[in-house]
């Protein structure tokens, strides 16, 4: 089960993780990180950018997820 899903075209928006607002910039859907779901009570929904997208996968995964 997939935590970060990109979204289908850049949008402009404020990313829910760092609050910043982007225009024209790639976003990812947000979810819990499997391994938590039995740890958390709810499951965290968001939309976030590139750079919190990035610090959320780690480097050794980044790849992965940027392509979908």
């Known amino acids: 089960e997939k ?3 990109p979204r289908d075209k850049k949008e402009t928006r404020t990313c829910s ?3 910043s607002y ?3 910039a790639r976003f990812y859907n ?3 990180h499997p391994a938590l779901t039995g740890v958390l009570e709810k499951r965290l929904n968001g ?3 590139s750079n919190c997208a990035k610090r959320e996968a780690g480097s050794k ?3 992965k ?3 979908g």
Do not use: A, E, P, V
């Open 3 to 5: 935590w970060l899903l």
């Open 17 to 19: 993780s760092c609050g």
């Open 22 to 24: 982007k225009m024209r």
């Open 30 to 32: 947000w979810y819990t």
């Open 47 to 49: 939309i976030i950018c």
């Open 61 to 63: 995964n980044w790849k």
């Open 65 to 67: 997820f940027k392509d």
